[in-house]
């Protein structure tokens, strides 16, 4: 079905959407996370060549599907390979996109509940013991997680239901470069701390003893969590797209600045880490135990705090504005439902998720898959798991089922064709990237 589509008024305004989707906790909460729990510099490393090699060649490829066809996934999976089954590739990217957001909105909730905590003044005065008896005080209260986490989630699609999503957008568009100026401060601010080298040479200095198959796996799945990938999320932003922009400029233009901030995460963090003589595998409770110490010891820390849970938070909005988008779109485009009734059965359906992810911490934390409560779970499963599969399977389409000559008219830019582009994108499409998953799930399954 054709629905008419209204492409971004500007390139600055698809470029601003495609980051504010991408730019999120996967940057600013998990990348810290999974960088100390796998040795720091050499997760960096695998992370950054995941970038190039894999995410930014995965990301194009689903601009392509997007752009050439105007269309949801699914859609342009039957318009692209007509007659195949490869369409239903669309259904376990909505899958993942669902499962991300059941976790997603918990850690969400921990960010309002901050950003609560640091307009009551709650950070001030207390030790590094004390901030980790917060954050534990907050996950073991059943009461306190769902309520934070249905609030944002209320939030959430309250703006989906009135269409202000344009204007969510739009303010986005200033607090995300608000965030980047304040990660900036808080980097320089952690870089002054005593002992801060130790940090830097944690983040940066490449030592594989700590990494093992399963950091090169957390790795991959992180650079495929970060930048949205593998869940048609980019299909459907490329959707909208004009036909005049450079795909290869927007994608190269998203994947700097998703990395670096993630990196600048990273510097923020890991001084501070090693300043006050905390963990660096504390794992998903990491930045929530540090930055309240951080705040504490700056000038005008109260400020700060406030400012930067704030920023977080729209960046988190945007984020699950597009996840939640993704289930939207298909159910209106697909099932020919309303737009609000689609809305409702997303939110019906993640606030289940969501809330069983909320009480996995206390009253339902006996539930574990391999040592796995069911946060834990989900956040493992659609980064190492849907993400990695709906990666693999643009990868694969673009690679070696489409009209090649869909992919040169979609790489070309004002008529002039790039074959070092074309030539990137097919080997890493068609060969790095397949090659690499597959091995990732031999990897997962212990095959190898
Ligand atoms: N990339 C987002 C983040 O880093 C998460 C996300 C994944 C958003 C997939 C949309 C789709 O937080």
């Given at each position: 079905m054709s629905h008419k589509r209204i492409g971004f008024a500007t390139r600055l305004g698809a470029i601003a959407a495609t980051v504010g989707s991408a730019v999120g906790l996967g940057n600013i909460w998990r990348f810290p996370y999974e960088a100390g729990q796998n040795g720091g510099g050499a997760f960096l490393l695998v992370y950054v060549l995941c970038v190039l090699l894999l995410g930014i060649p995965v990301m194009l490829s689903e601009f392509i599907i997007g752009r050439s066809t105007h269309q949801n996934m699914k859609g342009a999976l039957q318009t692209l390979v007509?007659?195949?089954?490869?369409?239903?590739?669309a259904y376990i990217c909505i899958t993942g996109a669902l499962v991300t957001l059941g976790f997603y909105f918990v850690v969400c909730g921990w960010v309002l509940q901050y950003l609560c905590h640091a307009v009551t003044g709650e950070f001030s005065g207390q030790t590094s013991q004390e901030y980790g008896l917060l954050f534990t005080r907050l996950i073991e209260s059943p009461w306190a997680m769902l309520l934070w986490t249905w609030l944002f989630m209320a939030v959430n699609f309250v703006v989906m239901l009135q269409g202000v999503q344009k204007g969510i957008e739009r303010i986005a568009a200033i607090m995300m470069p608000m965030l980047f100026v304040l990660l900036a401060v808080l980097c320089a601010n952690s870089l002054l701390l005593p002992g801060a080298h130790k940090g830097l040479q944690f983040l940066f200095n490449i030592d594989f003893s700590h990494l093992g198959w399963h950091g090169v796996v957390d790795a991959f799945g992180q650079a495929f969590m970060s930048l949205s990938l593998g869940m048609a999320c980019m299909v459907t932003y490329a959707s909208y797209f004009?036909?005049?922009?450079?795909l290869s400029r927007d994608a190269f233009t998203v994947a700097g600045l998703d990395s670096l901030v993630a990196i600048m995460a990273g510097v923020m963090i890991f001084p501070a880490v090693f300043s006050f003589g905390m963990q660096p595998e504390a794992g998903p409770k990491l930045v929530f135990e540090i930055l309240p110490a951080v705040f504490q010891q700056m000038t005008g820390g109260y400020i700060w705090a406030i400012l930067f849970f704030l920023l977080l938070l729209f960046a988190s909005l945007t984020s699950t504005i597009s996840l939640s988008e993704i289930a939207i779109k298909f159910l209106i485009e697909e099932?020919?439902?309303s737009r609000k009734k689609a809305i409702i059965l997303t939110a019906v359906f993640s606030t289940i998720l969501a809330t069983l992810c909320a009480l996995s911490f206390n009253?339902?934390?006996?539930?574990?898959v391999y040592n796995m409560n069911l946060f834990d779970l989900l956040n493992y499963l659609a980064s190492n798991v849907f993400m990695l599969l709906g990666g693999l399977g643009a990868a694969l389409i673009v690679g070696w089922l489409i009209d090649i000559k869909v992919i040169q008219r979609q790489l070309a830019h004002k008529g002039q064709r790039s074959p070092r582009l074309e030539r990137y994108l097919i080997v890493c499409v068609r060969y790095v990237a397949p090659i690499a998953i597959v091995l990732i799930f031999l990897q997962l399954t212990g095959v190898i």
């Open positions: 007509p007659g195949k089954k490869v369409y239903r590739l004009n036909d005049e922009t450079s099932h020919n439902l009253v339902l934390r006996h539930w574990t």
